[in-house]
């Protein structure tokens, strides 16, 4: 199962390395990975999306936890949670193309950042599956690049990650 | 002051006796600070792999923090073996290397590597310190995440410059880490419902690992033994934690244990892990050792290390020490124990695998057997030496024939079985024991992947015993090519050995060559009467000798292979067909 993990860490230099060289080193798999400062300087906070069996899970969560620099680990999948990831992608916009590509972008609450004669270069965000879906929605010969950032979640309504 | 002082104080500040190393370019600012002081003793090894080894012994038999300092570059790599070995043991150490200067590092500098990259796998944790002003802070911070929790080997890498920079001194006195509290006392829930469920166990068992030597629980163990009569099974690194010679001590169990407690802990129907994590060499597969049912609890400081290959009943995170004294409390005080009948009941069936002496060996006029080199060391020493060993055969033999009395006594590389770890561990053993036996056993191919430290005992005059179980074989290696690859010995012949004996006396040291099993014993009185050198017993022993019982890979530990004598009992079959519930 598909399990989306908040870590709350130091923010020191080779902390993420850490994290990252677990994963390689016990065979987890890291679907993607988004980490950057929080409010707190001090504070780094990393959002893995992962999958494996309840005890994999487990296992990856208690491993986490004994990194001496890892200060919180939380699976946001325990609970409600909203999570986003952003997608930059590069396509094909000629001819009819051209208002086909606008129409999707609209209907996925894209926005056109940078046009050119022949490319339109749309920001989407959401979930993952969304931005799946979107690349599943558009004909993938007008696909010309993409770039995501993995996922980033926070939980919902009074559950909240902090010292 | 500079940071190659501050070093040293900070040392000093944490108590240390010893310091194994090796010098270089990038600590020499380190050397030259520790020649002026009288504080703490160096120990100058001859490979940095021996220091860590060493470093590693001392803290294992001494419950102190072993401490080793090594150079850059290619000191630091040597290190890497001894850092893992202790890592995979929970040994509280702490690593120094030097680094190449902070300018100069991530340019392939001269002797430079990333040491903090490279032992990032196999150290509780490790830290590079490029400004003096943090170079304090992080020798405490390293003692303190060595012993606290779960212990382990703490790298602290230090840039040359560091060393040579000025800062004031100031010691911090206590430590806290918001994001390092490790914990201490088990949940009371959990320890309640532990309780209760030993209150109705009919076949017990309580299954001691290295957990219970680490937290200084042999009392504890002991006790908690009394109160409930239970049968105590050891893991390799438990050895001692509960009396070898004790009525109620089945022994070793796993790949190589003994029958009658790979027997009782397939069969139990309640298991009290204490500090033991269910390794593959102790329960082979988790599917066979559950196939016979059985309520698990397990008591361990390292929550990552419960449920990790079986399911438990009743986890109890938490130093074993603390959590057995509130069981044994909550026993006082609710009177609640096994049921007397049941458990004498499972005792007679105990005795019964127990009567088919499974360590029985064939006795030979001609050629030595390993095992009773160690069986006659351990009754010329009463069973009172520190025992180191390297690995294979004879490591199996040392834990099944020794019968350790108590807790640290035992000194081997369990987790990562290191060929080269008795003879420099068996130096740190003995510094921090000077006046007692301290005997390495060994195998021909295990002793010379550090013998070099011979050179270091004569240096320091480390009166070691050591003992060369030499079978002119891989033991352990041949023994597995017998048993899955059809006899071919493919490099597991040891061929060009060396004049042990005169390689000892080149050394300095007394060496001496047993070939008759009459002479064992004289050859070992001898070497335990020349107290202030070391002797070098090189023992020629049967080459086919094999160790027994033995689980094999994927078995059950009721599916063991057995020693000739006891061949014609027909294990698997045995164990399904026997029912104990009409035991109890
Ligand atoms: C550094 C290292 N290399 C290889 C091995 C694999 N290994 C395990 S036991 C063994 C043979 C040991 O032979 P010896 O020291 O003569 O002991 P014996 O088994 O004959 O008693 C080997 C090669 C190891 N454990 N460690």
């Known amino acids: 199962m598909r399990h989306i993990l908040s870590i709350l860490i130091e923010n020191e230099a080779g902390a993420l390395s850490r994290v990252v060289g677990l994963f390689s080193a016990r065979g987890y798999n890291i679907d993607s990975l988004t980490v950057s400062t929080t409010e707190d300087a001090t504070l780094s906070r990393m959002t893995i999306v992962t999958h494996g069996s309840d005890d994999v899970i487990e296992q990856i969560t208690k491993q986490l936890n004994k990194l001496i620099e890892v200060v919180k680990v939380i699976d946001l999948n325990e609970s409600d949670h909203v999570e986003r990831e952003l997608m930059l992608i590069k396509v094909r916009a000629t001819g009819k193309d051209r208002d086909e590509m606008k129409r999707m972008s609209d209907i996925f609450r894209g926005r056109i950042l940078d046009v050119t004669e022949k490319t339109y270069t749309i920001e989407l965000t959401g979930e993952s599956a969304k931005l799946d879906a979107f690349i599943g929605s558009v004909d993938r010969t007008l696909i010309l690049e993409t770039v995501r950032t993995g996922a980033s979640g926070i939980g919902r309504g009074e559950r909240i990650l902090k010292v | 002051m500079s940071g190659a002082e501050i070093l040293v104080r900070s040392l000093q500040e944490e108590g240390v006796e010893y310091v194994f ?284 290390s419960i449920a990790k290959r079986v399911k438990v009943d009743i986890p109890i995170v938490g130093n074993v020490r603390d959590v057995l004294d509130e069981m044994i409390g909550l026993m006082k005080q609710t009177g609640v124990m096994p049921p007397a009948e049941p458990l004498a009941a499972w005792w007679r069936q105990i005795e019964e695998w127990r009567r088919h002496d499974c360590l029985k060996f064939e006795w030979s006029d001609e050629v030595i057997k390993p095992q009773y080199v160690v069986q006659k060391l351990y009754e010329i020493t009463k069973g009172d030496a520190f025992v180191t060993s390297d690995v294979g055969q004879h490591q199996m033999f040392a834990a099944q024939y020794y019968k350790f009395k108590k807790p640290r006594q035992w000194i081997n590389s369990g987790g990562l079985g290191t060929m080269g770890f008795g003879l420099p561990s068996a130096m740190g053993v003995q510094l921090a024991n000077p006046y007692d036996t301290v005997a390495c056993i060994t195998g021909e191919a295990s002793i010379q992947m550090c013998i070099q430290e011979l050179s270091t005992c004569k240096q320091y005059h480390i009166p070691l015993k050591i003992i060369n179980l030499n079978n002119r074989y891989l033991g352990m290696v041949r023994q597995w090519q017998e048993f899955f690859y059809g006899n071919r010995y493919s490099e597991s012949y040891m061929d060009a050995l060396p004049d042990f004996v005169r390689l000892a006396e080149a050394y300095g040291h007394v060496g001496i060559r047993v070939e008759k099993p009459g002479d064992v014993e004289g050859a070992l009185r001898e070497a335990m009467s020349l107290k202030d050198r070391l002797v070098f017993l090189d023992f020629i022993t049967d080459q086919k000798e094999n160790v027994f019982p033995m689980v094999q890979n994927g078995k059950g530990l009721n599916q063991m292979d057995l020693p000739a004598h006891m061949r014609e009992l027909q294990l698997g079959q045995a164990s399904k067909e026997r029912d104990y519930g009409h035991l109890c």
């Open chain 2, 21 to 304: 190393g090796y010098p270089g370019g990038a600590v020499l600012e380190i050397y030259d600070a520790i020649f002026k002081q009288d504080q703490f003793k160096h120990v100058l090894v001859r490979h940095e792999q021996a220091a860590v080894h060493a470093a590693d012994g001392y803290s294992r038999s001494s419950r102190k923090v072993g401490v080793a300092l090594v150079t850059s570059g290619p000191g630091a790599t040597n290190a890497v073996t001894g850092i893992a070995t202790a890592y995979l043991d929970s040994i509280p150490m702490v690593v120094i290397s030097g680094q190449v200067p902070t300018a100069a590092i991530g340019l392939d500098a001269f002797q430079e590597v990333d040491m903090v990259g490279i032992t990032r796998p196999c150290v509780k944790h490790n830290i590079l310190v490029k400004d003096v002003r943090d170079l304090a802070s992080s020798i405490k911070k390293a003692f303190f995440i060595a012993t606290t929790g779960r212990p382990g080997p703490v790298v602290v890498d230090i840039a040359k410059d560091v060393t040579q920079a000025k800062t004031t001194f100031a010691y911090p006195q206590t430590m806290s880490m918001r994001s390092y509290n490790p914990p201490s006392k088990g949940h009371p829930g959990q320890i309640k419902k532990a309780v209760n469920l030993l209150g109705e166990a009919r076949r017990p068992v309580l299954y001691v690992g290295g957990g219970a030597v680490l937290a200084n629980a042999s009392e504890q163990v002991r006790e908690l033994a009394r109160m409930t009569g239970a049968p105590v099974v050891n893991t390799l690194m438990g050895l001692g934690a509960f009396p070898g010679d004790d009525r109620q001590n089945l022994g070793m169990l796993g790949m190589h244990g003994l029958y009658e407690a790979n027997m009782a802990t397939q069969n139990c129907d309640v298991l009290v892990a204490i500090g033991a994590r269910f390794d593959d060499r102790v329960i082979s597969v988790p599917q066979h050792f559950l196939s016979t049912p059985k309520k698990i609890i397990h008591i361990d400081i390292d929550p990552s």
